[in-house]
């Protein structure tokens, strides 16, 4: 799905609400029975508190980030890395992200419940200050002088005022080879933080889905899906934009198409397969015009709200919402999900009897 401007959805509500009956006329021409459907969200997202991450940085040119928050397609891989390149001033494929090995790792949570980049974020902050802390104790020696004359950027600790500096690969080579460093000091240059977080985060958002209805089958077409989702400070913004588009599509597929049928006297799952349980294809979904809202999280240190839950919350209200509203013609008020062409084609035949 492409990320578009939404510029019907920006006007005033009037002009958009004129421009919403033009569109319901013509479809109305066409034997079609057009609905809209608007819903605002408020999400809450908590999940496992604690976390834990460590970055390790190796002479060869290499930052290790052990985390415990496994991806399951959201690419923490991308933007845990890009949290690194931001804080310790190296190149992004210089990092190397280890998710969830229990070899390595003692304390991770997973990635449910909007924590991944909510709570990974804390850690890897923390763990980078502290691994500055260190190196710049380690720089002190290297360059003969005092912390407080030392200042640490773009990967470099640099006396102020002059070009004499050490990189951060120099000074984890130091820490494993100079035997005049304090103990403390000595071995590999590495720092964690393993951290329990029991404030939530909430994202919240708004969104539009306008639909049209077949009253001769009960099939239910999408034509236009637009949101707008405050995510706090986005990382990565086409990562995002792709987890609202995911979400979107789940939810879309619960409100018109999935359904568990179980056996009623054995309990047997009937839709045991994809064969017998439907999920949305691309040519069930429109081209959504989706938008970011960046308003700071005053519940996160770094401002971060989750992004991973925007679509799924929001688009089972408003998908049924606007297949209500094209009903709503014939005196439909109310469908059960999933809204299916033969619950919808059921709904139209009963609300036509006498």
């Not at 991770?108 to 902050?125: E, N």
């Not at 539009?208 to 999408?222: M, R």
Request: proline fraction near 5%.
């Amino acid at each position: 799905m492409a990320i578009t401007s939404a510029p019907w959805i920006w006007r005033s509500s009037s002009a958009t609400g004129r421009r919403f009956k033009k569109r319901r006329r013509e479809a109305r021409k066409r034997g079609q029975y057009r609905g809209i459907g608007v819903g605002t969200y408020v999400d809450i997202s908590t999940g496992v508190p604690r976390e834990k991450a460590e970055l390790i940085v190796l002479p060869e040119g290499v930052v290790e980030l052990v985390i415990g928050v496994v991806s399951q397609g959201q690419g923490h891989e991308t933007s845990f890395a890009q949290l690194v390149t931001e804080w310790l001033g190296v190149p992004i494929d210089v990092v190397r992200v280890i998710a969830g090995d229990t070899d390595r790792v003692t304390v991770g949570g997973g990635a449910h419940s909007g924590r991944g980049m909510r709570l990974g974020s804390i850690v890897i902050k923390k763990s980078s200050d502290r691994l500055i802390e260190k190196g710049l104790r380690i720089a002190e020696h290297l360059l003969e002088t005092a912390a407080a004359d030392i200042e640490f950027s773009r990967g470099r600790f640099a006396v102020k005022g002059t070009n004499h500096a050490v990189g951060l690969f120099e000074v984890a080579r130091a820490a494993l080879e100079r035997a005049d460093l304090p103990d403390d000091l000595r071995g590999p240059l590495d720092a964690a933080c393993d951290e329990t977080v029991a404030e939530a985060s909430y994202p919240y958002g708004a969104h539009v889905c306008e639909v049209e209805v077949d009253p001769n089958t009960g099939s239910v077409t999408l034509v236009n899906y637009a949101a707008v989702d405050d995510v706090g400070r986005a990382v990565n913004p086409l990562i995002i934009h792709g987890q609202i588009h995911g979400g979107i599509a789940q939810g879309v597929g619960q409100a018109l198409l999935e359904h568990c049928h179980y056996d009623p006297d054995s309990g047997q799952l009937l839709a045991g397969s994809f064969i017998d349980y439907a999920m949305p294809r691309a040519c069930d979904l429109p081209f959504y015009a989706t938008a970011l809202s960046e308003v700071p999280s005053s519940t996160h240190p770094l401002g971060i709200r989750p992004a991973g839950e925007g679509g799924t919350v929001p688009a089972l209200a408003v998908v049924i919402n606007a297949v209500v509203d094209a009903l709503s013609e014939f005196g439909v008020r109310h469908i059960e999900m999933p809204a299916t062409p033969q619950r919808v084609w059921q709904a139209i035949q009963q609300a036509r009897r006498p």
